[in-house]
Every structure is written in structure tokens, then in C-alpha cells.
């Protein structure tokens, strides 16, 4: 019994530990952005979480078959989306309405779970599939609702609208990989994820090459320790410590992170980025989080733990 319980409270620590990780990721991403154009942002993210996966998996000494090779790189192209769209989306919001979006995926996943591979969607789903949506509704239109001024609100929408491509793109990314996890590690599904948009990215850089100059006049302490800190822990660390909730826990357990992201991104963008939360993005978040609580039940969705 003590066994079982101290299991059960480092799981917790495992969970908040990722929470506070990812949460940080739209405040520091913010911090490089302010100096480092989307595509050359992403660039040297991906080349600081490559730094630390690479040596891991050669290591690991983990093959691929050779027939998986082409659907994994599609599969992790699910995965490079979502962070192109968050790179330009979070310009144009705060860090606090990025994060809490992300609070959707568990929703949309479910989604595309009953739809993809016809997963059970039981009344209560239901009622949390409408509740979530309704919650990602309130915040991406949120500018509007608290009257910030035509130019405010026309950037916070877009920007808003860029991160829920994101969510969306991040959710589908779950669903595709989720028969991946049966044939391979996370730790082999993280660092293809990572080589595939290294190898996207460094082409997408080389669109920003007339800015290279200014940029580099322009770099300082904060936005490399943006980058560092989105790269090191907000993508090898954060991605690797939520697979292996996955895989010790299950997935309900793991999205818990989803749910304590927000609080640790109201957090560092207090601190870093003098950012708050508005009524419209609380009662947009209480929606999407009962959403999402709903959908996650262990008796409604069969879990592969």
C-alpha cells in the first residue's frame, strides 16, 4: 500500500514537473520572438532539442523498419505544424490565451479519435466535446469581448486563430502517433519529430535571410535564453517527461499536464512578460477544462497504458 501511494505521488511530480515545463513555453517564446523572426526561431529551438536527443538515441541503439520510415516522418509533420503555427500565432497574443488553447487538445482528440479510429463517444463525451469547444470559442474571440480596440483585437484574433491551428495540429498529432507507441519508443518518436523539422526549418530559414544581419545587431541575454529554454526544456525535456507519464501512467494521467500548464503560464508570463488573465479567457478556460475532464474519464475512453 505505501508502494502504491508513493507511486502515485511521484507520478504527481511527474506530471507537475511537465506542467511547469510547458507552461513556460509561450513566455519565453515570446522573449526570442521579440528579436528572432518565426522561421529562424524555430530553427535554432530545434537545434538545441536535437543537441540533447541526438546522443540519447544513438545510445538507445533503436532501429526503424525501413516500410515505417516514410509514415513516421508524415506523422511527425503533425508535430511540425503545430509549432510553425505557434511560432507566428503567439506574436500576436499573450502567452496566457496561447496556453490556455492548449487546454483543447483532449477534446479535439478525442474527436478525431471517434472519427480516425472510431473510438466510443458516450453522452458525457458529448457534453464535454460542447463545453471545450464552446471555452476555445470564448478565448479565441475573447479580444472582442473586452473592447481592447480595433488594431488590438485584430491582431489578438489572428494570433489566437494561428495558435488554435496549433491545438489542432498538436491533437492529430496525438491520434497518429498513438499506434506509433506500440512498435517504438518515445524517445525514437520525439527525435523524428525533431529531425523531420529541423530538416523543414532550416529550409523555411533561409526565406528570413535578409534579416539575418539585423537580428544578429539586434540579439541579446533574454532572447537567447528564450530560445535555449523553449528548445532544452520546453521540446526534448517537456516531450520526453510526458510520454514517459504515458507510458507509466496513461494518457488521462498525462493530460492532467494540460490542465496545470495554464496556472504554470499565468506564472512565467507574470514575472517575465507583466501579463494577466481577462473574465473572457478564465470563463473560456472553466469551459474548456470541465470539456476536457469530461472527455478524459477513464470509463468513457479505453486507454492502451
Not at 194 to 216: D, Y
Request: proline share 4%.
Amino acid at each position: 500500500m505505501m508502494e502504491r501511494k508513493t507511486a502515485k505521488y511521484r507520478m504527481m511530480v511527474w506530471v507537475v514537473a511537465a506542467a511547469a515545463l510547458g507552461g513556460g513555453i509561450p513566455a519565453f517564446s515570446k522573449m526570442a520572438l521579440t528579436v528572432l523572426s518565426p522561421f529562424t526561431f524555430l530553427f535554432f529551438r530545434f537545434v538545441c532539442a536535437a543537441a540533447v536527443l541526438i546522443p540519447l538515441f544513438i545510445r538507445a541503439k533503436e532501429t526503424i523498419a525501413k516500410s515505417d520510415r516514410i509514415p513516421l516522418v508524415l506523422i511527425s509533420l503533425l508535430g511540425t505544424g503545430n509549432v510553425v503555427f505557434f511560432a507566428f500565432g503567439v506574436r500576436g497574443t499573450t502567452a496566457v490565451s496561447a496556453q490556455i488553447l492548449y487546454g483543447a487538445v483532449p477534446v479535439i482528440a478525442l474527436t478525431a479519435s471517434v472519427i480516425a479510429l472510431r473510438a466510443p463517444l458516450t453522452i458525457r463525451s458529448l457534453a464535454g466535446v460542447a463545453a471545450g469547444l464552446a471555452g476555445v470559442v470564448i478565448i479565441v474571440f475573447s479580444p472582442q469581448m473586452e473592447n481592447t480596440g480595433p488594431a488590438s483585437v485584430s491582431g489578438a484574433l489572428f494570433g489566437n486563430v494561428l495558435v488554435f491551428f496549433a491545438v489542432v495540429s498538436y491533437s492529430l498529432y496525438t491520434v497518429a502517433s498513438k499506434k506509433a507507441q506500440n512498435r517504438y519508443s518515445p524517445l525514437l518518436l520525439t527525435t523524428i519529430m525533431v529531425l523531420t523539422t529541423l530538416v523543414l526549418q532550416s529550409g523555411l530559414a533561409l526565406t528570413e535571410a535578409k534579416s539575418f544581419q539585423r537580428m544578429a545587431a539586434s540579439i541579446n541575454s533574454s532572447s537567447v535564453i528564450g530560445v535555449v529554454y523553449v528548445g532544452v526544456a520546453g521540446t526534448a525535456m517537456y516531450v520526453l517527461l510526458y510520454q514517459h507519464v504515458i507510458k507509466k501512467a496513461d494518457p488521462v494521467v498525462a493530460s492532467m499536464t494540460f490542465y496545470l500548464q495554464p496556472v504554470f503560464s499565468y506564472i512565467w508570463a507574470f514575472f517575465l512578460l507583466g501579463e494577466g488573465l481577462t473574465l473572457s479567457l478564465i470563463a473560456g478556460a472553466v469551459l474548456a477544462f470541465i470539456g476536457a475532464g469530461l472527455v478524459t474519464r477513464k470509463k468513457d475512453v479505453k486507454q492502451n497504458a
